[in-house]
């Protein structure tokens, strides 16, 4: 299992994904602070990892309170959790789990424990969030598995893997259930400009699974699809609206678009928690624009004039028409997704 | 004018396109193979340019040739020809020019013509196909210039500019010439992976015309449409078959398929020299494929994983039910391709 992400004694300790594949760094964060400018960095990054860090990047910064009484705790509490949401406004992963931690920690006060009890509380929540998402990983694999072909040969958009989670991944998780059910498997990774996300990690972790990868760049997908060399798309995702729509990283619509005009199924593997039924649709979820400078250099070189103006969404939102599955812990659901995702919710709670 | 390539008095010299637009340097070749290893290396690219170099490479390996009989001089010119033939093996204006130039060639032998005079002959003969390039560019962006709106949103891919032509440009031969009648033009840049030729070249050439332009990551032209920014496509081309399928650089499909949903017009601008009656359909269309060193580096910088396998087509075909209209030096084209590019020929014969 990789090990994206995790708490040891007096830190949250990640992978640094901005020096993946070339250097395996990893970045200690012994605040609140350090762990929420690790996400806005992207040094973590993905719906999943996101949620795990923020959660784990609270229980952290309440572990180093200095506060005695519970409410100066709780102030520091809540600003913690400010700091977290101000990092990165697409996932929804990311505000699930600050909610979670939130209702963990007025469970706790309400029930007049210490400062040191709530303080435990957090981190035992912490760590279920982490372990919930590997958990659901793992049954997204298994339930994504079933439709894989029996020689699949499958594209993926980014990386929605065991980098992008706790373990094992949504997408790559689908790919991981495929090879351990005994499917013939290969995996095309579109290179995802402008984060690279699909050549430097993507690649990556699949290489280390000894699993058949080929690398393209994101220009590539639609002669792939007409050479009939992809049976199957799978991708994460960072917010799916209630109908459905889903916003995932730039450049999964045309992905979509491509896939149904070759008849190839283009299914979306996220956890529950990536499911937001208070957005109704696509149009609400807020899209992340980021620096220019992401676009016009890689690494030293710098690929645009001095100057050039540039446009950098983060996201895009793939309309859940082009959709064939949305693949999660509790099974694949399938349109009309207004009335399958609220019963998934239905049947969780 | 930019200067994309020019005859002097011992030499080809063209702008180096590999270091822009950070570096402007000049590359002098002084034989016919410098210049076919400048095509092969992408020093000089775009297909009406290609025909061009090739053209001058010809010209300028039988200036320099040792032979005083014609018969050695011949032979000589044949395998000069193979030589530029061998470089790239997509853009059919290499071919269409090398034939110009054989055909200059039997004319002047026939006729009974010295060495040094049929020298004289293909250096006018290659002046004639540059100078060529630079009009029928001018028309392209006169004719295109009709069907641009009065406020134009242009996304493009790849640079089908000055640089890609002799000069002026097809595609940015369309923009330029929307300007010169007046309209408001802006235009949007893909990026365009692996060799970046829209951040690089297209942003570059715009930007020292002062046309307003904003470069993007491939993966954001679907984006950008959904939210109404684009309303009009228009791209270049390196082979268009003679029902109208286009081979373009790589990803030029998806961004018609995304046209095509979002109901903007998609168009082709091209010479009639890059209409390749001879090839019935986008099927038969050679596809160069490249290293895979230009998807895996940007630079001294990896991207992808040691020895990450990688599938690194330069081209794809976008069907001819996607294109709203050829724009040629000759006006504008529509379906049926298979009759109207074929009256295109009857009519410049």
Same mark, same amino acid.
């Given at each position: 299992?990789? /090990? ?9 300790? =990640? ?46 910064? =309440? ?13 520091? *509490? ?10 990165? /406004? ?10 979670? =931690?939130?209702?963990? *920690? ?14 435990? $509380? ?9 372990? %919930?998402?590997?958990?659901?990983? $793992? ?6 598995? %079933? ?84 049976? *199957? ?16 990283? #730039? ?9 149904? %005009? ?31 400078? %992401? ?19 983060? *996201?895009?939102?793939? /309309?859940?028409?082009? #959709? ?11 349109? /009309? ?13």
């Amino acid at each position: 299992m990789l /090990p994206t992400i995790a708490r040891e004694s007096d830190a949250v300790v =990640m992978i640094d994904q901005r020096k993946l594949p070339v250097e395996e760094v990893y970045v200690r964060c012994r605040t609140a602070a350090e762990v929420a400018r690790a996400i806005k960095t992207m040094v973590i990054r993905g719906a999943p990892a996101i949620g795990v860090a923020a959660a784990w990047g609270i229980a952290l910064g =309440m572990r180093n309170s200095k506060a005695t009484g519970t409410q100066k705790f709780a102030a520091e *509490f809540f600003k913690t959790c400010e700091l977290m949401a101000a990092t990165r /406004p697409t996932a929804v992963n990311l505000f699930w789990a600050i909610e979670r =931690m939130k209702r963990r *920690f007025a469970a706790a006060a309400t029930a007049g424990e210490s400062v040191d009890q709530i303080k435990d $509380r957090l981190d035992v929540e912490a760590q279920a969030i982490h372990d %919930e998402d590997v958990a659901s990983c $793992r049954a997204i694999g298994a339930f994504g598995a %079933e439709v894989v072909p029996g020689d699949a040969r499958i594209l993926t958009h980014c990386n929605a893997g065991a980098l992008a989670t706790a373990g094992y991944g949504t997408a790559l998780g689908v790919v991981r259930g495929a090879v351990e059910a005994g499917k013939q498997v290969a995996v095309f990774a579109d290179e995802t400009r402008p984060f690279l996300q699909g050549a430097r990690l993507t690649a990556w972790e699949l290489m280390r699974d000894n699993i058949d990868t080929t690398v393209i760049t994101d220009n590539m997908a639609g002669a792939l699809m007409g050479q009939g060399k992809v049976n *199957f798309v799978v991708v994460g995702a960072d917010r799916i609206a209630a109908n459905g729509d889903t916003a995932n990283k #730039i450049g999964t619509y045309a992905v979509a678009l491509l896939a149904r %005009e070759h008849g190839i199924p283009f299914y979306v593997a996220a956890p529950l928690t990536t499911i937001d039924l208070g957005t109704a649709d696509g149009s609400q979820i807020p899209i992340e624009e980021r620096a220019a400078k %992401e676009v016009t250099h890689v690494g030293g070189t710098q690929l645009a004039p001095d100057g050039a103006r540039v446009w950098n969404p983060a *996201f895009d939102v793939t /309309p859940h028409r082009l #959709i064939a599955g949305i693949i999660t812990e509790r099974g694949i659901f399938r349109a /009309p997704y207004t009335e399958s995702l609220k019963e998934a919710f239905a049947a969780r709670a």
